[in-house]
């Protein structure tokens, strides 16, 4: 079983960052593919983006490529999502979802890939 916990949320202008972070509780946290996720009110669940443990293998969302970057420390077992130039678009509940599968594959982008989410953090932008 895991547990994750996201902190880091919180009202920001347009054009400033945030960093959120997500917190795993889990015994062995390598061989996991941690990814972000939004949701906006009203609409789905959207894809953010996905690290590997294996090879640190990076995805994207398309609206969010070159301003957004996961990162993760493995030692502290901790996922980070720092998000910078926030547009007014990315105000939503953030989620950090994790899998036992860190085989990098076009999947990833689909929450029913991920066996494990938090509670989510909110992002809210202030335009």
């Known amino acids: 079983q895991m547990q994750l916990v996201e902190s880091g949320g919180g009202l920001v202008q347009a054009g400033g960052s945030l960093r959120l972070s997500c917190a795993a509780s889990?015994?062995?946290?390598?061989?996991?593919?941690m990814a972000w996720f939004l949701q906006a009110p009203g609409k789905e669940r959207e894809f953010v983006g996905v690290?590997?443990?294996?090879?640190?293998?990076?995805h994207y969302a398309d609206s969010v490529r070159g301003r957004f970057t996961i990162s993760r420390d493995n030692a502290k077992n901790m996922v980070y999502l720092q998000m910078n130039s926030l547009k007014p678009d990315d105000a939503a509940v953030y989620y950090c979802?994790?899998?036992?599968?860190?085989?990098?594959?076009?999947?990833?982008?689909?929450?029913?890939?991920?066996?494990?989410w938090g509670r989510g953090t909110q992002v809210t932008v202030s335009s």
């Open positions: 979802a994790a899998a036992l599968k860190d085989i990098p594959s076009p999947t990833m982008r689909l929450s029913s890939f991920y066996d494990y």
């Open positions: 690290i590997t443990w294996s090879i640190g293998y990076t």
């Open positions: 889990v015994r062995t946290f390598s061989n996991y593919a």
